[in-house]
């Protein structure tokens, strides 16, 4: 999810999608057919839907993307569910605001064959605490909180267990929820909230993994986590966010060099770090990969 990743999936509510879309011309779906303006013209600007246009950072892509002859429309979202159907109904030519697991438990829900062409970046999620400044600190029998979705209970799970306070049938997986844990090998209990809560909720628990989302409007700094997840590591590749676009467009020229303007605009990239907080790390992983990944788990998810 941008900064969705961060952002998570959690986020609901917002205008309704033909609210959102009111003004905005029609977006062509790729390559304009014959005898219409090219994709990225005055005439036909490639339609971006985001989550957050409200950062500055994008405003600095519309303008890069205009100095190199692309015109660039955002589409302000405020609701996750919505920028993946209008991607598919031709609304927009692109979106960037999700991971891989959540495209892919999009594609899986929706029957759909959204697919990703570019990485931005990913952000590693939090354990916090209001109480103990370790992990080592917090006592057996302790109750830890998770968001209770179904990426970030899995992901925040995965990171209880890496800190040693948890241990998860089968080693764990990105689809492992709390019914996973096992009670007589952890040293602390575990709870589902909703996302939204978890960091209200730090002065009535041990700990709680917290989404990016909600750090800032809660006063903590995302240096003060007691332990992350690694996003550096391979098995972190699901939650790399990405540039998502129809099948069909997957190989569209001026959708590719949109993403290599994000990827390597010093200006964007410094914008996108500090509204992650500084928690973001900005990956270039080939297309190819992307969607490898998104095959495996999309057919992980059709095999449950």
């Not at 709870?191 to 960091?199: E, F, P, Q, R």
Request: proline letters at 6%; glycine letters at 8%; one cysteine or more.
């Amino acid at each position: 999810m941008s900064k969705p990743l961060a952002r998570s999936a959690a986020l609901a509510g917002g205008l309704g999608l033909a609210a959102l879309l009111v003004g905005c011309s029609a977006a062509s779906g790729g390559a304009a057919p014959e005898g219409e303006p090219a994709l990225g013209s005055a005439d036909n600007p490639v339609q971006l839907g985001v989550v957050g246009a409200a950062e500055p950072y994008w405003t600095t892509f519309e303008e890069a993307a205009e100095a190199e002859g692309i015109e660039v429309d955002i589409v302000d979202f405020t609701d996750y569910n919505q920028p993946n159907p209008a991607l598919s109904e031709g609304e927009l030519d692109i979106n960037q605001f999700q991971h891989i697991i959540y495209l892919a438990n999009y594609n899986v829900q929706a029957g759909d064959d959204l697919t990703a062409i570019g990485s931005t970046a990913t952000y590693p999620i939090g354990l916090y605490s209001s109480q103990y400044e370790s992990v080592e600190e917090i006592p057996d029998g302790a109750e830890v909180i998770v968001p209770n979705d179904d990426t970030n209970q899995a992901r925040g799970l995965l990171v209880l267990q890496s800190a040693g306070l948890i241990a998860l049938e089968d080693g764990g997986s990105p689809y492992s929820t709390v019914a996973d844990v096992i009670e007589d090998e952890s040293r602390v209990t575990v709870s589902a909230v909703d996302a939204a809560i978890t960091a209200t909720s730090l002065p009535d628990v041990a700990a709680a993994i917290i989404n990016n989302d909600f750090l800032t409007d809660a006063g903590i700094d995302p240096a003060d986590a007691i332990a992350q997840d690694d996003p550096t590591d391979p098995a972190a590749q699901p939650y790399i966010n990405v540039f998502a676009t129809t099948a069909e467009n997957a190989d569209d020229e001026v959708l590719e060099r949109l993403v290599e303007i994000y990827q390597t605009n010093e200006e964007v990239q410094a914008g996108a770090l500090e509204s992650s907080g500084g928690t973001g790390l900005f990956v270039s992983t080939p297309k190819e990969e992307l969607q490898a990944s998104l095959q495996s788990v999309q057919e992980a998810l059709q095999a449950q």
